[in-house]
């Protein structure tokens, strides 16, 4: 299980109506109302705090890289219960953090297009596309080229859900120019088991962190295989989870042949 705050982090989908629809609402959840409260792995833990609504307030993540760690405070910003920003800083204490990201909402009231912002100004944005289930079908990337003036769409990835609500393929799509017709670059699928991912109880979730399938599936993720198109060794990852008396996940075990990377969450 991964959880990225970085725009770098691509490896993502979007998602489906049903909870964009929901997401900026109180987060009462299924399982007798629990919230997540920090998620902690060798390298890296976030703690959660919320708001009286159950939104969440603020976003502190630690990252160690050997003998050396920094700081990502992510602070959610609502008009009228819904997220319009995201500020950012590496300092908790720090009173003027800086402009992240902001949304953007179609007309029937789901998040169209996600900006990011360096020194207060647009670096890219993420268009998304949305088919007539009111699934997310496709994110498109935009950035400005080096050497370029104006953005351009090099990037993109095609999903596909199933009837119970969870991304089972993300196709990842390339070109060399906004002229360029897509190709493939590769394929993600994804298997799950039937327990409700409690993730998806908190609001905004996915847009604060990253927009990927264990974030926003409506069940756990067991078996991940990126398959390049060029014919090259997919690769395979498992997880294993371990379920509190309230069904949620309290431990998560990721395994990548030799590997192995334990994530521990903790709920309130």
Known sequence: MSLSLHRGALGATVLSAAFALSAFKPAYSDNNGGLLHAISSPTDKTVISYNADKSIAKMVTTHAMGDDQYTDVRIPVYQYGKLVKTMSTADEKEQAPALFSSFGYDKKGRIDKISYYEENQVSGYDSLVYDNKGQLAARYFFVIPA???????????????????NIIQQENMGRGSDNAAFALSSTVDFKYDDKMNSQRSVPGFGYITDLNAVNLSANNIISEVITPANGANAIAKTYVYHYNSRQYPEKVTAKNNNEEVVTELTWE
């Not at 769409?153 to 999903?159: K, V």
């Open 147 to 165: 050497g370029k003036q104006t953005f351009e769409n090099h990037y993109c990835q095609l999903y596909t859900w199933d009837q119970k609500g």
